[in-house]
């Protein structure tokens, strides 16, 4: 395995990159998660596979979570397979400070007797075949934790039951133990939630927000203890009334789960949606109008106050991560500012170094759809991609 390095030396033209680290798909697999240490990259997914090399292991239910570690020279440290009897899926992952990685996810309930038929419209967040075999009989109603060592190994596990099914999409280590962040699907509506854990063996009950349609995907820690949230919402939040069928939303939240404040991107006509949030507030998300999308990405300087943004032409929401610049992925369909040449026809996939003001910086493109995105100073960028058949590692200094 080996990484391919591009230097940002011509901000004007467009470099191709090709992943040169494939990972073929022995069982369905999907990453749902990207994690850097100072000497690795882990990947963070769900796999239908019985066994295979990246993963070993035998498949308890239909589906176990997973995490495969990677070193910096390229090579596989280590593979993990998370689950049981149960279908599990494993959806966000945090680096602990003593090097231990936290990984959440969702599963089944084991029951001895013949399932009932699914029920259509059932969450399934990670495309997970969610029509059990014997002896697995529910939705996804658990919430999991999974503690791994800096080696790779499953130190401990949590799970406890939930009401309703949920999708967990986000996961913050805190001084005092984690919080997790995601939605949950009652009947016809989702709302957002959050729960935290001790680290031991206590979670706290699930607060929720909006009442019919209100979705989190990331989060970031505040330096009070708050939390500073994004997704997307229809509902009435605090005072905030929806502008649009779906709003693009920003919220802080408290270290004990209180609705501070709302803040709301909005585009008559459209839809809108942040995706992901990297340090320094920096947001990317999708708008969607009636006959076009666009991948949306904003600098802000606090909630609610966009120091710049700008939005491409695209056929996906934005990812991004922050370094000392801003980095983002997207499946570009259309001409880039600033840089020459570029047409997004056929649609492609890039990846963006933005400056200080939102300007271009360097540009590359790749085949496969981008589905995570996460920097630190040791790793550069790093891009997960999705060829259908096989997933791909990209770096980036």
């Known amino acids: 395995m080996s990484f391919t390095i591009i230097s940002p030396a011509n901000a004007a033209t467009m470099i191709p990159i090709k992943p040169v680290v494939e990972i073929p798909y022995t069982g369905n697999e999907q990453v749902s998660d990207l994690l850097l240490t100072t000497n690795s990259i882990a990947l ?3 796999t239908e596979a019985a066994t295979s090399n990246p993963i070993p292991g035998n498949l308890g239910g239909a589906s176990d979570g997973f995490i495969s570690i990677y070193a910096k020279s390229g090579g596989l440290v280590s593979s993990t397979r998370l689950g049981g009897a149960a279908n599990e899926i494993a959806t966000a992952a945090a680096l602990d400070a003593d090097g231990s990685i936290w990984i959440v996810g969702a599963s089944t309930v084991v029951s001895g007797t013949t399932p009932a038929p699914t029920p259509t419209k059932l969450l399934n967040p990670d495309n997970v075949p ?6 697995i009989s529910s939705a996804l109603t658990k919430l999991n934790l999974w503690q791994i060592s800096s080696a790779g190994q499953l130190i401990n596990s949590y799970e406890t039951q939930t009401a309703a099914v949920i999708s967990p999409q986000d996961l913050v280590i805190t001084k005092t133990g984690l919080v997790i962040f995601g939605d949950i699907y009652e009947g016809a509506n989702v709302r957002g939630f959050y729960t935290s854990f001790n680290k031991t063996t206590l979670f706290t009950p699930i607060i929720r927000y909006g009442n019919k349609s209100t979705r989190l995907t990331e989060a970031i820690p505040n330096s009070d203890g708050s939390f500073t949230v994004v997704g997307r919402s229809s509902d009435l939040l605090l005072k905030s009334r929806a502008v649009t069928k779906s709003d693009a939303i920003t919220l802080k939240i408290s270290a004990t789960g209180s609705l501070q404040v709302v803040a709301r991107a909005v585009l008559r006509n459209t839809s809108r949606g942040w995706s992901s949030i990297g340090a320094g ?9 009636s006959n076009k999308t666009e991948a949306a990405v904003t600098k802000f300087s606090a909630i609610n106050k966009p120091s710049w943004n700008t939005r491409y032409l695209s056929r996906s929401t934005a990812l991004v991560a922050t370094g000392t610049n801003s980095w983002v992925t997207f499946i570009s369909a259309g001409a880039i500012p600033g840089l020459r040449t570029w047409e997004g026809k056929p649609a492609a996939p890039v990846l963006l170094q933005l400056g200080k003001k939102g300007e271009l910086i360097s540009a590359a493109s790749f085949t496969g759809t981008p589905v995570a995105i996460a920097r630190n100073n040791e790793m550069g960028t790093v891009v997960i991609t999705d060829s259908g058949i096989s997933f791909g590692l990209l770096q980036v200094n």
């Open 44 to 46: 963070i997914g769900t």
């Open 130 to 135: 969610l029509t059990p075999s014997v002896p």
């Open 281 to 289: 507030l920096l947001q990317g998300g999708i708008v969607r109008y």
